[in-house]
């Protein structure tokens, strides 16, 4: 029978999700990975909270992203401090992506077939 503590031993477990932002790269410096780990009912209940009185799903897919962007040690890439930039010069498009890839619920016979290899944003 499940527990609480396997559903987190589970998620603890999960290795980061990850996808190459080739629009973020910049010649000659290398390759733009980012990470995240599967979204959380809480972390849908902090963006919400934050939203402005009239704000944009734009501006909740930024939040998601500022939320839940990691490097590859598993450390925030953004705080909320940088919101307003990253909404003012992210890309829509990508910033758009990143929020849905975050939002999808990890199948684990995908996961195989596509062994931990996201395609790049």
């Not at 780990?37 to 500022?66: F, I, Y």
């Not at 705080?79 to 199948?107: C, E, Q, W, Y």
């Amino acid at each position: 029978m499940i527990n609480i503590e396997q559903i987190e031993a589970v998620y603890d477990a999960r290795p980061l999700d990850r996808v190459r932002v080739l629009e973020w790269e910049i010649e000659g410096s290398g390759e733009v990975w980012v990470y995240w780990k599967p979204t959380t009912q809480h972390e849908l209940d902090v963006v919400n909270k934050e939203m402005q009185e009239g704000a944009s799903g734009s501006r909740w897919n930024a939040q998601l992203v500022c939320l839940k962007l990691l490097n590859e040690d598993g450390k925030r890439i953004f705080t909320n401090a940088h919101l307003d930039r990253l909404s003012r010069k992210g890309f829509s498009v990508v910033i758009n992506r990143l929020a849905s890839l975050m939002l999808r619920v990890p199948i684990p016979e995908a996961a195989e077939k596509n062994e931990g290899q996201p395609e790049p944003v």
